[in-house]
Antibody, heavy 116, light 108 residues
């Protein structure tokens, strides 16, 4: 069965970086890109960007310059790194299968807390 | 960027009732490239509907989607206790894909 399993919760100080992993299984990794969506506490869903099967990335304009997405095809894992963290980056970060389409499978979410 | 407005923000209903949620787009994004998700506290969103009216695998037939252009609906024909959650619409017809702000269904 299709699974996306994310890395564990993180606590970071303002200005630091965080890297969240999303390990996929149960399907052919090269046939689906991965998107990232975040959700601040008590808020809605915010699209962050995606990485296609060819490694092409597209990022939300508000995160340009601070976010990088990458893949490790040897382990079917996708990574999302967010730099220069601020308090308003505190959120649950989700990976989801799909690029430019609906998201049929989601990771369980990773809570990133930014606090001094 | 396409803005999706969901209404109402919160609905208080009883099990067994029928409900229709609305999702309106700020402009046409191309046909029926719209999805609906259900999210319960502490969980990831779950895909319910894609292409505006196609049910995802395993989704009960009490859930149905409709609409096109800029106006879309999600109808739950008879609410079950497990249906009380937050529902989001998402358009993926024009990049970047965007989500509505959500409608919360709560038990009356």
């Amino acid at each position: 069965q299709v699974q996306l399993v994310q890395s564990g919760a993180e606590v970071k100080k303002p200005g630091a970086s965080v890297k969240v992993s999303c390990k996929t299984s149960g399907y052919t990794f090269s046939t689906y890109g991965i998107s990232w969506v975040r959700q601040a506490p008590g808020q809605g869903l915010e699209w962050m960007g995606w990485i296609s099967t060819k490694g092409t990335t597209t990022y939300a304009q508000k995160l340009q310059g601070r976010v990088t997405m990458a893949t490790d095809t040897s382990t079917s894992t996708v990574y999302m790194e967010l730099r220069s963290l601020r308090s308003d980056d505190t959120a649950v970060y989700f990976c989801a299968r799909g690029v430019g389409t609906y998201y049929d499978f989601w990771g369980q979410g990773t809570l990133v807390t930014v606090s001094s | 960027e396409i803005v999706l407005t969901q209404s109402p923000g919160t609905l208080s209903l009883s099990p067994g009732e029928r409900v229709t949620l609305s999702c309106r787009a700020s402009q046409n994004f191309g046909g029926t490239s719209l999805a609906w998700y259900q999210q319960k506290p502490g969980q990831a969103p779950r895909l319910l509907i894609y292409l505006a009216s196609s049910r995802a695998t395993g989704i009960p037939d009490r859930f149905s989607g409709g609409g096109s252009g800029t106006d879309f609906t999600l109808t739950i024909s008879r609410l079950e206790p497990e249906d009380f959650a937050v529902y989001y619409c998402q358009q993926y017809g024009r990049s970047p894909g965007t989500f509505g702000q959500g409608t919360k269904l709560e038990i009356k």
